[in-house]
């Protein structure tokens, strides 16, 4: 929030993963059920396929494929409903996507969110934008990184020091 990272009083960060969505099957499920590499692992053993060995930026996406397309569809329109969800409580004007996934895949996911998004009603504020990261597969790693480093060597106050 305000291009810092939002932690409790306990230190830990939000786990928007833990949101209650709709699954496709529309039973309530956790964003993390739908939206992640794990949901796709486990969509392809449906469909009697394997998840290709190797980082996903590696992987041949169109060997996925009809399973991978539904994947980022609903996994877009929980993505959604999670950042409309957080903007009720938290005045965020951006959400950032971003993952270990190749760029052209998170375009996709990128563009469901945004799609779905525009189709839940919108009650009083502005919904919030929804922008592709920049750091891709280093993203956690770096701001877990930071976090501790800063933290360690500077104060909690971390984020007052970072530019």
Do not use: C
């Not at 794990?38 to 969509?43: F, K, Q, S, Y």
């Not at 996507?97 to 504020?125: C, K």
């Amino acid at each position: 929030m305000n291009g810092a990272l939002w932690e409790d009083p306990s230190g830990n960060a939000a786990d928007l993963g833990s949101i209650i969505v709709a699954g496709a099957d529309g039973v309530p499920t956790y964003v993390h059920m739908v939206a992640s590499l794990n949901a796709l692992d486990r969509r392809l053993t449906e469909a009697g396929m394997r998840r290709p060995p190797g980082f996903p930026q590696e992987w041949d996406w169109d060997a996925l494929e009809p399973v991978a397309s539904a994947r980022i569809d609903e996994a877009g329109r929980a993505l959604a409903t999670a950042v409309l969800s957080t903007r009720a409580m938290i005045d965020i004007e951006k959400a950032v996507i971003d993952g270990v996934i190749p760029r052209a895949i998170s375009a996709r996911l990128l563009e469901r969110t945004t799609h779905y998004l525009a189709q839940i009603p919108n009650l009083v504020r502005p919904r919030p934008r929804v922008e592709p990261g920049v750091r891709a597969s280093s993203a956690a790693a770096t701001g877990a990184a930071q976090l501790h480093l800063y933290r360690r060597y500077f104060s909690r106050s971390w984020h007052l020091l970072v530019t």
